[in-house]
C-alpha cells in the first residue's frame, strides 16, 4: 500500500493541489505544494508523474508503475 492524498483549493479561478504521498517500504515522503501543468484532461507534474480520473476516482501514475488511487484530504 502505498498513501496518495491530495488537498485541493480554489482561490478566485486558481487552484492548487497539496500533495502527500508515502514511498511504499523506504518511508519515504514527498510531501507539499508542488507545481503542476494541465495536459488535456490530465494533470501532470513536469516530470514523469500525472494525475488523471477513471471511473468516477482520482488516480496517481508515476513513470510505469502501476497507477495509485488518491484519497482526498478534507
Known amino acids: 500500500m502505498e498513501p496518495i492524498e491530495y488537498w485541493l483549493v480554489k482561490a478566485g ?3 492548487a493541489i497539496y500533495f502527500h ?3 511504499d517500504g523506504k518511508g519515504k515522503k514527498y510531501r ?3 507545481k503542476w501543468y ?3 484532461d490530465r494533470i501532470n507534474t ?3 508523474g ?3 480520473v477513471r471511473g468516477g476516482d482520482i488516480y ?3 513513470r510505469n508503475d502501476k ?3 488518491m484519497t482526498r484530504i478534507e
Open 21 to 23: 504521498r508515502v514511498k
Open 46 to 48: 513536469g516530470e514523469s
Open 60 to 62: 496517481y501514475g508515476w
Open 38 to 40: 494541465l495536459e488535456g
Open 67 to 69: 497507477p495509485t488511487k
Open 32 to 34: 507539499g505544494w508542488r
Open 13 to 15: 479561478d486558481q487552484y
Open 50 to 52: 500525472e494525475i488523471f
